[in-house]
């Protein structure tokens, strides 16, 4: 199959919106741009063009999409909002919507079960990106990350291009992702003490931002076939390359004959990895002064890059972890669990 790459620009994005619309209603698969990553999109009352997602992000079955909504009137269209999180739920909305927050909430029966692995409940998300709110204002869109499962998110239409070139029919450019970190997600639900966010996935929606709508506790343990707290696949977002994630510099005792790369934060003269041997390769998250923000929009960047450089192993500095910075460790712990794997 010919992937065909377009670019939605000011001049002509209403088109470009036409045209991806016309390939999802015919049951094909579009990458789209979001503000978090790149999404491998299909109509979500569609089971065959949401199968065919799994299919080409080689996906288990057991790990639900996200569904992408076009207003936030159309949140009934797909979740029944219990009475009791109604006021939190319409909080979380008039405070994050749009933008990179994903709720989950019951289901709607007419979901398809592939949607949400059989869940009774799904992830929803309107986001802050027009292309991606304008193609879901036509329908509700099933969409992952435009990865092979497992890999880095694609914060970009090469990065996309790279992981999937000649299987989707169809990418959208809308330029490189504004947060570049997946969205959080989040679980509302309902205590003797009140209601309560369960924290699934960390993101750009930071801790201490939902804080202040709510209690913020943990997911519940995740067993190995069952997503019961998704998002929380251990060995994830990972690159091809082993990477390790080094807390202390001590900590980190080079090998002869390994060409290893760095992933530093901040770079030279402010980063204590620098000397530590001869590194093949070296990206910078943030120079400099350091923006852990500007850290989330350059992680998978970097990544990629070290892929690219053809290194043995990836040897990765830790963030400090305050706002974003919670979810660019937890997806460094992620990557190098799969290394450990
Ligand atoms: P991705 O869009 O590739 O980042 O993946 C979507 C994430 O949302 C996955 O980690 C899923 O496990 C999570 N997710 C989707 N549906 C649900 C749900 N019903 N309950 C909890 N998490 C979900
Ligand atoms: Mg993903």
């Not at 109604?86 to 933008?99: K, N, Q, R, S």
């Amino acid at each position: 199959m010919d992937t065909k790459r377009v670019v939605a620009d000011f001049e002509d994005w209403r088109e470009v919106v036409a045209e991806a619309v016309a390939v999802l209603e015919d049951g094909g698969l579009v990458a789209l741009p979001t503000e978090t990553v790149y999404g491998l999109a299909a109509d979500a009352f569609n089971a065959e063009a949401v199968a065919k997602v799994f299919e080409v992000k080689e996906r288990p079955s057991f790990d639900p999409l996200i569904v992408h909504i076009g207003h936030k009137r159309d949140l009934e269209i797909v979740a029944d909002v219990p009475e009791e999180l109604e006021e939190i739920v319409d909080e979380l909305i008039a405070t994050y919507w749009p933008g990179p927050l994903t709720l989950v909430l019951p289901k709607k029966a007419s979901v398809p079960d592939l949607v949400t692995s059989g869940l009774d409940t799904v992830a929803v998300r309107l986001s802050a990106h027009e292309v991606m709110r304008a193609v879901a204002r036509e329908m509700p869109i099933a969409a992952p990350s435009a990865n092979r499962f497992g890999r880095i998110s694609p914060t970009s239409a090469d990065a996309v291009m790279a992981e999937l070139d000649g299987k989707i029919p169809m990418v959208v450019d809308g330029g490189a992702c504004r947060d570049g970190l997946e969205s959080t997600i989040v679980a509302p639900e309902m205590t003797e003490k009140g209601p309560v966010l369960r924290l699934l996935r960390p993101g750009p929606v930071s801790r201490e931002d939902l804080r202040k709508i709510a209690k913020v506790i943990k997911p519940k343990k995740t067993k190995a076939d069952h997503i019961e707290a998704p998002g929380q696949v251990e060995s994830h977002y990972a690159p091809e390359t082993p990477l390790i994630l080094i807390d202390k510099p001590a900590d980190f005792v080079p090998e002869a004959g390994v060409k290893y790369g760095l992933l530093s934060y901040r770079g030279e003269g402010n980063s204590s990895l620098m000397e530590a041997t001869e590194w093949a390769h070296i990206e910078i998250m943030s120079q400099g002064k350091g923006k852990l923000a500007e850290g989330a929009v350059r992680l998978f960047f970097c990544l990629r890059n070290l892929d690219a450089a053809g290194v043995d192993v990836i040897v990765s500095e830790s963030v400090s972890e305050t706002g974003i910075g919670v979810a660019i460790m937890d997806r460094l712990r992620r990557a190098a669990a799969a290394t450990k794997k």
